[in-house]
């Protein structure tokens, strides 16, 4: 599976709080979720992001209150990917149970900077940064993961197989 976007980049603790915020979970309408995504730290990121683009993390990102609105906002406001150098295990869980691809790679989280072009092959667990001709490896998933997220989460996948 390979993704292509933009990088939009954040910093490290990024909970589920600031990812989705509380006033917005009495509603689990994933298009809702979507419109409020970031909001109370990036206004724009509605805006400016596009179907494919990859959003990055630093470290512990998805700590907090255990949500699957988070992952659920990330992935309908058309968020492909996401790379942080660590994730909290909660947040980990949510969004494969969800159908999000993340990753984690230090490196690449550390070095890629906000509109960087990516590349992203979820099968190899390479991660390409275009603009900056650079390449880094984060472990890919086992091929039962990868079966949750290419069927878009738990759900599906188990239904898949009925």
Same mark, same amino acid.
């Given at each position: ?8 980049? %954040?910093?490290?603790?990024?909970? @589920?709080?600031?990812?989705?915020? *509380?006033?917005?979970?009495? @509603?689990?309408?994933? =298009?809702?979720?979507?419109?409020? &995504? ?6 724009? !990121? ?12 630093? /470290?512990?990102f998805? &700590? =907090?209150?255990? +949500?699957?609105?988070?992952p ?8 492909? &990917? ?8 909660? !947040?980990? +869980? ?22 960087? *072009? /990516? +590349? ?13 001709g650079?390449? %880094?490896? *984060?472990a890919?998933?086992?091929? !039962?993961?990868?079966?949750?997220? *290419? ?5 599906? %996948? @188990?239904?898949?197989?009925?």
């Amino acid at each position: 599976m390979i993704l292509n976007g933009n990088a939009i980049k %954040y910093g490290d603790n990024i909970d @589920t709080d600031v990812i989705i915020p *509380a006033r917005y979970l009495n @509603t689990s309408d994933p =298009g809702e979720l979507a419109a409020h &995504c970031m909001e109370d730290i990036d206004k724009d !990121f509605p805006a400016k992001c596009k179907p494919g683009d990859v959003m990055i993390g630093g /470290l512990n990102f998805g &700590c =907090g209150s255990s +949500r699957e609105h988070a992952p659920i906002a990330i992935k309908a406001a058309g968020i492909s &990917c996401v790379i942080a150098k660590t994730f909290a295990r909660i !947040f980990f +869980r949510n969004a494969i149970n969800i159908g999000l691809p993340i990753l984690e790679c230090a490196e690449a989280a550390a070095d890629i900077d906000e509109g960087d *072009a /990516l +590349r992203v092959d979820l099968s190899a667990g390479s991660i390409e940064n275009v603009t900056k001709g650079k390449v %880094y490896t *984060a472990a890919p998933f086992p091929e !039962f993961m990868q079966k949750i997220i *290419a069927s878009g989460g738990l759900v599906a %996948y @188990t239904k898949s197989r009925g």
